[in-house]
């Protein structure tokens, strides 16, 4: 059963980098079948995409927050990883990591990491 | 504010039949499949429908959604007290270029 899980630092400096990484198991992310993405949560907001890498390296992301994002995979460990830069507390949200499937026509999220709540804060 | 328009609240009585709606555009709804996902509090999003009306399997029947032009519902029938739980919506957007969700709706049994 796939799991993805991404653990987080709980606490950033405003101007800082968030780093996050996903880590999967249970299946590998080098399927030629699947997305890989981002999405974050703010506390009592909807959901935001934040990008999408697929195994290559290919990225694609929110022109919302493409200025400030890099999201990056390492086949060899199984994780993907994100970066967003000059956080503010506007950023404060519950980030998830999902395997996306199916194309853009018919995309949907399965599974889903648990998510970590990440704080912009001094 | 969320691309995709959802009430914010919908409740209902065990064993009665409710309907939670997802509006959109032409460009996400209008143009693509919608998937619906459940999300109990501090536990990863389930999927719960995808190409607007299929289950995944392990999701019970009771589930069903449905889409017509730039609108979608889940119903959810037999409601149960462990269905009380957040659901959102989510459709890629062509003007986007990109997946859109829904601001996600709490459901009460009563």
């Known amino acids: 059963q796939l799991q993805l899980h991404e653990p987080g630092p709980g606490l950033v400096k405003p101007s800082e980098t968030l780093s996050l990484t996903c880590s999967v198991s249970?299946?590998?992310?080098?399927?030629?079948?699947?997305?890989w993405g981002w999405i974050r949560q703010p506390p009592g907001k909807g959901l935001e995409w934040i990008g999408t890498i697929y195994y290559s390296g290919s990225t694609y992301y929110n022109p919302s927050l493409q200025s400030r994002v890099t999201i990056s995979v390492d086949t060899s460990k199984n994780e993907i990883s994100l970066k967003l830069n000059s956080v503010t507390a506007a950023d404060t949200a519950v980030y998830y990591c999902?395997?996306?499937?199916?194309?853009?026509?018919?995309?949907?999220?399965?599974?889903w990491g648990q998510g970590t709540l990440v704080t912009v804060s001094s | 504010q969320s691309v995709l328009t959802q009430p914010p609240s919908a409740s209902g009585t065990p064993g009665q039949r409710v309907t939670i709606s997802c509006s959109g555009s032409?460009?996400?709804?209008?143009?693509?499949?919608v998937s619906w996902y459940q999300q109990l509090p501090g536990t990863a999003p389930k999927l719960l429908i995808y190409n607007n009306n299929q289950r995944p399997s392990g999701v019970p029947d009771r589930f069903s959604g449905s889409k017509s032009g730039t609108s979608a519902s889940l119903a959810i029938s037999g409601l149960q007290s462990e269905d009380e739980t957040d659901y959102f919506c989510a459709a890629w957007d062509g003007s986007l270029n990109g997946p859109v969700f829904g601001g996600g709706t709490k459901l009460t049994v009563l």
């Open positions: 999902a395997r996306m499937l199916g194309s853009s026509v018919n995309l949907r999220f399965d599974p």
């Open positions: 032409t460009s996400n709804i209008g143009s693509n499949t």
């Open positions: 249970g299946g590998s992310i080098s399927s030629r079948s699947y997305y």
